[in-house]
């Protein structure tokens, strides 16, 4: 699984935008970005996932160069209640092996007033 | 329920007992997963289950720690003579196909504090 390098904080105010930046330099051909959001008490939730360029849901986005060696989560407008620890997830989703999924120490957001 | 269950949520025991900790998966779910989270830390693997058959528990740290989910639904994380290390929060995540595919389903957790 190719290894991920997150900033450990953030800091953001309500009704702006957040882009968080997970750097994969390894990252192998069949390795798929998965980004998770967990909430004090609760466990993990899945937001979004992609392999190449753009991908778009009804929470975020997931923006993706094309030498794939980073990529970007970006919250559009967030508000106090998406303070929470982003995690960025690389491996190969097909790969017998992708049950371990590592994820590292994340990014702490913390969205003001 | 419609998530996955875990029980119980907070587990207080002296140091050298055995606990047992639950997960009822979403119902229809091959793959169950368990995880441990330290304070401060990001999840990581202990074992994974696909239906009753428990095919990885690389991640188990002693020998201490037992899984099973005999009908491949419910599974029992057992630490037998917990020790101090062993406080952490257990996360239980089911997924519905036969591997990952990158959507895990987590539980709430089990907060286990050995005293």
């Known amino acids: 699984l190719a290894k991920t390098t997150q900033p450990i904080s953030m800091d953001s105010y309500e009704g702006q935008e957040v882009n968080i930046t997970c750097s994969h330099n390894?990252?192998?051909?069949?390795?798929?970005i998965t980004w998770y959001q967990q909430f004090p008490s609760q466990g993990p939730r899945f937001i979004i996932q992609?392999?190449?360029t753009k991908v778009t849901n009804e929470v975020a986005s997931l923006f993706i160069p094309a030498d794939r060696k980073s990529s970007t989560l970006s919250l559009p407008r967030v508000s106090l209640s998406d303070t929470a620890v982003y995690y960025c997830?690389?491996?190969?989703?097909?790969?017998?092996?992708?049950?371990?999924?590592?994820f590292g120490t994340g990014t702490r957001l913390l969205v003001s007033p | 329920g419609a998530g996955v269950s875990q029980s119980p949520r907070y587990k207080v025991a002296k140091r050298g007992q055995d606990v047992a900790l639950r997960c009822d998966p979403i119902?229809?779910?091959?793959?169950l997963f368990w995880y441990q989270q330290a304070l401060g830390q990001g999840p990581e693997f202990l074992t994974y289950?696909?239906?009753?058959?428990?095919?990885?528990k690389s991640g188990l740290p002693s020998d201490r720690f037992f899984a099973e989910r005999p009908e491949g639904s419910v599974s029992t994380l057992k630490i037998q003579r917990t020790q101090q290390e062993d406080s952490a929060v257990y996360l239980c995540?089911?997924?519905?196909?036969?591997?990952?595919?990158?959507?895990?389903?987590f539980g709430e957790g089990s907060r286990l504090t050995v005293l």
């Open positions: 995540a089911s997924s519905l196909a036969d591997r990952v595919t990158g959507e895990l389903f």
């Open positions: 390894n990252i192998a051909t069949n390795d798929y």
């Open positions: 992609g392999y190449k």
């Open positions: 997830l690389v491996g190969d989703i097909r790969a017998q092996g992708f049950q371990k999924l590592v």
């Open positions: 119902s229809g779910h091959v793959s």
């Open positions: 289950f696909q239906n009753e058959a428990q095919l990885d």
